[in-house]
């Protein structure tokens, strides 16, 4: 199981973090990703990190604001957020990476003034 | 990137109608291909990867198939918990990338 916190009503140009906390499966061993959801727009890939946390990749819309990590002794997945656009207003999915097969249940996120 | 696109953006169907989604990717992909259903206020749920592996589950009705490019979804009677919005992503490499979704309304 996955689970999302952390969303809000932030200004511009504001910092957010999001967390995933993941249970039922051995954390360590599994890729993870952040996929979120636009209002009237499709799924977008944002982000993923390996097992270890050694190994990170973004998408070109939020490489170089946003950072994705991981504590493997508490079973968590963060997306620290920079920057913080209107654009970047969606819903933000932890997702199990590789198949994409389990996802959490979502975490809003606003970006307004 | 590869850049998936979807066909069609939105249909019109009825209860026991068959229903076919296409996704062509920009370039090969061989079978990673995932699709997705997505209803109002819930997360995407994966009904298919690697093109036409069925998830524990899913109602046969659902299949999938192609490689390379081309891939389909096809649903063979449609149920009223089929109106949905569906989504493809290619799992191929990074930056992963999914259509622009397939809106499933009822008519």
């Known amino acids: 199981q996955l689970s999302e916190s952390g969303g809000g009503l932030i200004q511009p140009g504001g910092s957010l973090r999001l967390s995933c906390v993941a249970s039922?499966?051995?954390?360590?061993?599994?890729?993870m990703s952040w996929v979120r959801r636009a209002p009237g727009k499709g799924l977008e890939w944002l982000s993923d990190?390996?097992?270890?946390?050694?190994?990170?990749d973004y998408a070109d819309s939020v490489k170089g604001r946003f950072t994705i990590s991981r504590d493997n002794l508490n079973n968590m997945l963060y997306l620290q957020m920079n920057s913080l656009r209107a654009e970047d207003t969606a819903v933000y999915y932890c997702?199990?990476?590789?198949?994409?097969?389990?996802w959490g249940q979502g975490t809003q996120v606003t970006v307004s003034s | 990137a590869i850049q998936m696109t979807q066909s069609p953006s939105s249909l019109s169907a009825s209860v026991g109608d068959r229903v076919t989604i296409t996704c062509r990717a920009s370039?090969?992909?061989?079978?990673?291909l995932g699709w997705y259903q997505q209803k109002p206020g819930k997360a995407p749920r994966l009904l298919i990867s690697?093109?036409?592996n069925l998830q524990t589950g899913v109602p046969s009705r659902f299949s999938g198939s192609g490689s390379g490019t081309d891939f389909t979804l096809t649903i063979s009677s449609l149920q009223p918990e089929d109106f949905a919005t569906y989504y493809c992503?290619?799992?191929?490499?990074?930056?992963?990338?999914f259509g622009q979704g397939a809106k499933l309304e009822i008519k």
């Open positions: 039922g499966f051995t954390f360590v061993n599994y890729a």
């Open positions: 992503l290619q799992n191929f490499n990074s930056p992963y990338t």
């Open positions: 997702v199990l990476a590789g198949a994409f097969d389990f």
């Open positions: 990190i390996d097992g270890s946390g050694r190994r990170t």
């Open positions: 690697a093109a036409s």
């Open positions: 370039q090969d992909i061989r079978n990673y």
